[in-house]
């Protein structure tokens, strides 16, 4: 068979399988039989190991998880479900203990207990009970909204429908893990890849009766929404949902100290094959809930916990190519092409070299035999070099100084914080001046976290720059849709959708604006954190007029170095033109603040000196929680000085001539109906 030949003889059966997983997945209907179905699986995969040019996104070999079905009715979660950041390292560990110590305002040698709790590999879901009764399970979906999985939850046993215990909260959210035991994915059929596919595809089924054929069962150990719950610690959260009827995890633990913690996780990583359940971690929790609550939350992640990942899976192979990706940044990715290989299920043909320095410090050279490494949802990396299979007449890498898509030179930053050079090399062509730039700028604004124009992916924008359709994002907007239809592989009706999708866009959230701009070090909490403070985009605009833009610096998080990028971003004309462009095309939305009655609502306050007991950070926090401005001047617009120890004096010199009122700690804690 020729090289064609095999090709459409893949895709063939890769459509078929396809097919099936829809029918399954969504209307929870089997067209073939098991046998049929895992015949045709193992088909499609000894192509791949045969002929290694064979490679497809919807390979049995690729698929880790299914979309979403449309057969369940989206639901707000009254909390949301927020996800973990990860620890890789010790020294990760170390970063997440002293990040709390300072938040807190703590000695460095306070001692710190932590939940300590197996970090089980299932899905995720909520379970709404009210007066003891289980009347709604959800999953987690984007972690704002999940969907209505309650029929299906309430087959698996280990959830209970009713709770009589006296000390079970009238209201209360139940958090968990739902899987399926190693032991009971051996007995079903070939049709799905892992454990957490089989629990993730079982849960989804329109039909309950079929959710009941595969054994789920649920782990406890956290809480949403409560009301009147009353435990100090996360450890005796654990207890009691043991003693309402919930199963919890055998190994949770209670553990001071960061030794402690690596104890355990090499203990744990030991025994990780041993168990019935897949865990791809730990997971560590300031126990006292408490601390819990001042830490709070940075973005989507909690600052009170961390997963510690298990180390990753690795393979060797060989070095085909180096290649130059290019991003919207303008930096220079160095990607190794490899020949294939399966790393833990998935097959690998591209790792990721991260710079040059990392290739200088690898001596990594075309040719070699490598190590290489993938760590959950990571890119796949190369760890070493095995130099004693080093072809003799290999030659050092030699990256380089030209932009290998518009010629400009490159260069490497100084950094002012880390006082440093950048590691990564940069086009130094300002935005959309370089080709692949411009067409990775684009592919940001249309994806998924920014206007996530249905329809509208890499290969369609890479295909409408080809053909001059676009250059700049706005031309999105102003396609010129008869042309299209013309196009090979579009016809009326893939138009009128792409249309449609384009024309339901410029409705768009003010942050999601934000961050589709592709600004550096823009990245999507900081957009959020954006806009909830500037709140329009009219005032957005207004920066590029005023020195208001340093008054940023006063939002949490956002620092000197996403400032200068932010006024880098307003210097070029080109920006500044897509900029006004959009706004003309576009309707933003301004932003919603979800709670603005707090009891410092309308009020402005500014801080001078060391607080007692509460870091800089979370006194600002604090003042925002409870709907509070601050400001970084003391001018008329200041309503109050809050003075710590040793102030600044000329701030409360400047504050008593403008007769601002000067608050030290017990009197503003006195606000906020607190002691201090
Ligand atoms: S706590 C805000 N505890 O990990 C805290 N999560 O990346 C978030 N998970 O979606 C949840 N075991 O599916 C928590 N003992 C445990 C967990 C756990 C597994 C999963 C959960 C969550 C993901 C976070």
Redesign the pocket.
Known sequence: MNFEKIKKLYLTKIKEIEKYNKKYYDESNSLISDQEYDKLKLEIIELEKKYSFLDHQKSPSKIVGFKPSKNFLKVKHQVP????SNAFSENDLINFQKKIINFLDKKNDFKIEYSV????D???ASLIYRNGQFVKGLS?GDGKEGEDITENLKTIKDIPSFISAKNFPKEIDI?G?VFIKNSDFKKLSNKFANPRNAASGSLRQKNPNETKKIPLKFIA??FGYEKNMQVKFQSDFLENLNTWGFKI?PFNKKLTGIKKLLENYYDLEKKRDKLDFDIDGI?Y?INDLDLQKRLGNVAN??RW?I?HKFTANSSVSKILNIEIQIGRTGALTPVAKIKPVNIGGVIVSNATLHNEDEIVRKDIRVGDTALIERAGDVIPHITSIDFRKRVKNSKKYIFPLKCPSCGSNTIKEYNLTTKKTDAVRRCSSEGYECEKVSIEKIKHFVSKEAFNIEGFGKKIVENFWKLKLIRLPQDIFNLDFKKIENLDGWGKQSVKNLEYSINSRKNISFERFIFALGIRHIGLENAKLISKNLKSANNFLALTKTDKINELVNIDGIGETQIGSIKHFFSNTTNKKVLNELVKILSINDSLEFKNDGLLKNKTFMLTGKLLGMSRAEAKSLIEQNSGTIISNVSKKLNYLIIGDKPTKRKIISAKELKIKILNQDEWMKMLNKTS
């Not at 479900?81 to 973990?84: E, H, K, Q, R, T």
């Not at 709790?117 to 089980?120: H, R, Y």
């Open positions: 479900m927020l996800s973990l709790e197996p970090k089980i299932g899905i995720s987690r958090r893990e150990y956290t995890n997971v929790k992640a909690p916990a997963a």
